[in-house]
């Protein structure tokens, strides 16, 4: 064990923050270990844009459905993919990069290269003892979120991360049994162990929300996902990201 372990095993979502802004030194130090993260093919396919404007938290705070901690934090940082950079060097190159900015594969670089970054930034954030919580919220109307940034075509912004000065601290929530997450040399194949598995799982989340609640609240974890798959929700995503010219091929 050591500490960057420990750090990662300790997090938690946390959404209670005091009225205290990050200094420019902890944004740059958060923002210089996100860019320390791996990138496919040295592609570098995101951007961040740090939000410090009261008005327009207050509106993403909104958009993600009323979050108080969007709007009452450290700082508010929004992760986008980013193939916009790509197109101007394609034109300063005099090269036509646009049938590979607009293929799945480079999309799904600019996806996972944005995530990457974002979780080296969260790591780095509660090594300093700050608390984070990612905003997926953010993408329930990309349309105003892309007016509020201002964001060119080929720039989808992904998610947020809000981070400060927690006041509050949750519990950990249990994660899915290792066993049931790390399979060796091929995917599971016995249905019936597998399903066992989720069964132990949602007696756990069964207890912990129990617990947590004082009796409130007991559902399983697989009631809790049937119930969220049942409903559709930002079903809107392919015709946004084809309008931002990026039409997957």
């Given at each position: 064990?050591?500490?960057?372990i420990?750090?990662?095993?300790n997090?938690?979502?946390?959404?209670?923050?005091?009225?205290?802004?990050?200094?420019?030194?902890?944004?740059?130090?958060?923002i210089?270990?996100?860019?320390?993260?791996?990138?496919?093919?040295?592609?570098q396919?995101?951007s961040?844009i740090?939000?410090?404007?009261?008005?327009?938290?207050k509106?993403?705070?909104?958009?993600?459905?009323?979050?108080?901690?969007?709007?009452?934090?450290?700082?508010?940082?929004v992760?986008?993919?980013?193939?916009?950079?790509?197109?101007?060097?394609g034109?300063?190159?005099?090269?036509?990069?646009?049938?590979s900015i607009?293929?799945?594969e480079?999309?799904?670089?600019?996806?996972?290269?944005?995530?990457?970054?974002?979780?080296?930034?969260?790591?780095?954030?509660?090594?300093?003892?700050?608390g984070?919580?990612?905003?997926?919220?953010?993408r329930?109307?990309?349309?105003?979120?892309?007016?509020?940034?201002?964001?060119?075509?080929?720039?989808?912004?992904?998610?947020?991360?809000?981070?400060?000065?927690?006041?509050?601290?949750?519990?950990?929530?249990?994660?899915?049994?290792?066993?049931?997450?790390?399979?060796?040399?091929?995917?599971?194949?016995?249905?019936?162990?597998?399903?066992?598995?989720?069964?132990?799982?949602d007696?756990?989340?069964?207890s912990?929300?129990?617990?947590r609640?004082?009796?409130k609240?007991?559902?399983?974890?697989?009631?809790q996902?049937?119930?969220?798959?049942?409903?559709?929700?930002?079903?809107?995503?392919?015709?946004?990201?084809?309008?931002?010219?990026?039409?997957?091929?």
């Amino acid at each position: 064990m050591n500490e960057v372990i420990e750090t990662i095993l300790n997090h938690r979502s946390l959404r209670h923050f005091e009225d205290k802004q990050l200094t420019d030194e902890q944004i740059k130090k958060i923002i210089t270990c996100a860019q320390s993260a791996a990138t496919s093919s040295f592609i570098q396919a995101y951007s961040i844009i740090g939000v410090k404007d009261k008005e327009k938290k207050k509106k993403l705070a909104e958009i993600a459905g009323n979050q108080e901690y969007v709007e009452k934090n450290g700082h508010f940082f929004v992760f986008c993919a980013d193939l916009y950079r790509h197109t101007i060097i394609g034109e300063q190159e005099h090269i036509n990069v646009a049938p590979s900015i607009e293929s799945t594969e480079k999309f799904m670089v600019a996806l996972i290269d944005a995530s990457l970054a974002a979780q080296n930034a969260a790591i780095a954030a509660e090594s300093m003892g700050l608390g984070i919580c990612y905003i997926g919220g953010i993408r329930n109307n990309l349309e105003e979120v892309k007016k509020i940034l201002k964001t060119p075509e080929r720039v989808i912004p992904l998610f947020g991360l809000a981070v400060g000065f927690p006041t509050k601290l949750n519990e950990k929530k249990p994660r899915l049994p290792y066993e049931h997450v790390y399979h060796e040399d091929e995917y599971e194949q016995d249905m019936g162990v597998y399903v066992s598995q989720l069964q132990k799982y949602d007696t756990l989340i069964s207890s912990y929300y129990d617990e947590r609640t004082g009796g409130k609240r007991n559902d399983r974890w697989t009631e809790q996902m049937a119930i969220m798959l049942d409903r559709k929700s930002r079903m809107y995503m392919k015709e946004f990201i084809q309008k931002n010219k990026l039409d997957l091929h």
